[in-house]
């Protein structure tokens, strides 16, 4: 899960071609605030 997030900030280009990619992040990066 933590490599989406990573994608995410390291080539955005990822999330154009795989929208789905950006919803999954947004639930990833709350758990990741709620972790952290």
């Known amino acids: 899960m933590a490599v ?3 994608r995410r900030f ?3 280009t990822l999330n154009e071609r795989s929208l789905p990619v950006k ?3 947004c639930r990833v990066g709350k758990l990741i605030k709620n972790l952290a």
Do not use: A, R
Request: glycine fraction near 12%; charged fraction near 35%.
């Open 4 to 6: 989406l997030s990573i």
């Open 10 to 12: 390291g080539d955005p």
């Open 23 to 25: 919803e999954i992040d």
